[in-house]
């Protein structure tokens, strides 16, 4: 699979780093790709190579994303940055304090069309505007990890686009990932 996602025979809408296509061509391109990136960590029992492939596969899938990546818990209430696509992420990230803190605080996805209204947004890149975090759980459904998609314009992501994401996470990160123990 070096050669990334392929969309053989589909004629989706091309479409350059930036740009928010509809979200029935968001939707397509994710259905397409989902098996693809399914098939790349099959039988992969490491996190963190779990992680740096979703967010290449994802980066390539998702042209409206900013940032693409993944926060890893190392600590009771702490995140820290993890494998990522986009610009400098911020390093570490309490359980407390912003829309990734939030999503590993309440283990739910957190869907923010627009971040500046959302309390305690963190700005690890001033021109986001919107998030999807999403929770990526262990066998015991505790939270081990957040993935973080930003976008630099409002409303980025969809519902539609959380629960196939949400799908992904849970066939992606099976029972026999070996989570390290940060306790």
Partial sequence: M?????????????????DLLPESARLERLDVALPQILAAVDGETDPIVIQATLSALLWETLPQTSWVGFYRRVAPSTLAVGPYQGPMGCLRIDFNRGVCGACARTNE?????????FPDHIAC???TLSELVLPVRDSNGRVQAVLDLDARMLSGFSQAEATRL???LSQAFPKSVLWPTWE
């Fill in 2 to 18: 070096s050669e990334g996602i392929v969309f053989p025979g589909h004629d989706l809408v091309s479409a350059t780093r930036g």
């Fill in 109 to 117: 996805t957190q869907l923010v069309p627009d971040v500046r209204v």
């Fill in 125 to 127: 890149d001033d021109a």
């Fill in 166 to 168: 949400e799908s992904l």
